[in-house]
């Protein structure tokens, strides 16, 4: 089975996370598919609208840091793409997110214009807890929705938000009970993709202009420090804990 599963229906293209073994972390093979079909979504004249979603029981744990997967610095590149090419796609991107969301999960969920949070769905920047930092944008587009105080608490506790304290604080559009979530999803889609086209796209680089005008630095900024801290023995401590399934030590260096 293909680790990304694209399905086009309606004008709607489904995108869907297919490691459900591994909660959808993403692999670099993943990543760079995912980029790829919504820098191309971005281009079609028979895509009007694009859902994300993942297989299983999650939305997506984030990178894998399984430790079957390379995750370095060169995982940035990577993790920007992706972010932009949902920001920069001018279709409108509707995340479902039917599950946990961390890490880069959280963060590409976040960075879509819409967002469907089944009840059992959870929100995590879990980078703290192997020594990271946020990246996706996250450490903008979480303070552009919630606010710098929950977008701290967010970050530095690594604190997952349930699905309703996340519709509660803002942090995403809609919220829908575990048996209401597909039909909510099909609903809002079906809107999106029979919508104005022209209409939808400039009233998305209207807003995201408004909101997220630092996205790009941001993203350089996220870079730059996860560069750094890849290097570092709190993340190899952080690591290998997570792999050790035991809390880590981390000890500054």
Do not use: W
């Not at 997967?69 to 090419?85: G, I, K, L, Q, Y």
């Amino acid at each position: 089975m293909p680790e990304l599963e694209a399905d086009l229906a309606g004008g709607v293209l489904r995108l869907r996370l297919n490691r459900p073994e591994v909660f959808n972390a993403f692999s670099r093979e993943m990543a760079l598919s995912f980029a790829a079909e919504l820098e191309a979504a971005h281009h079609r004249e028979d895509v009007r609208a694009v859902v994300l979603t993942g297989a299983g029981a999650a939305f997506s744990a984030g990178a894998d840091i399984s430790g079957g997967e390379s995750f370095d610095a060169e995982t940035m590149p990577t993790a920007n793409r992706m972010v932009r090419a949902v920001v920069s796609c001018d279709k409108p991107v509707l995340a479902a997110v039917n599950g946990v969301a961390a890490g880069i999960g959280c963060s590409l969920a976040l960075a879509a214009d819409l967002q469907v949070a089944a009840g059992s769905a959870s929100f995590l920047l879990a980078f703290t807890r192997v020594g990271l930092m946020p990246d996706g944008g996250s450490s903008a587009t979480v303070a552009a929705a919630v606010g710098r105080a929950r977008a701290m608490r967010m970050a530095l506790l690594a604190e997952p938000l349930s699905a309703q304290e996340a519709y509660d604080a803002g942090l995403v559009t809609h919220l829908a009970s575990d048996d209401a979530f597909e039909t909510l999803v099909d609903k809002l889609a079906g809107r999106l993709a029979s919508g104005p086209p022209l209409s939808y796209a400039a009233t998305k680089r209207a807003i995201n202009a408004a909101t997220l005008p630092e996205l790009d630095a941001a993203l350089d900024r996220e870079r730059s420090g996860q560069e750094l801290l890849f290097r570092t023995a709190d993340v190899a401590e952080g690591v290998a804990a997570f792999a050790e399934r035991r809390r880590p030590v981390f000890r500054g260096s």
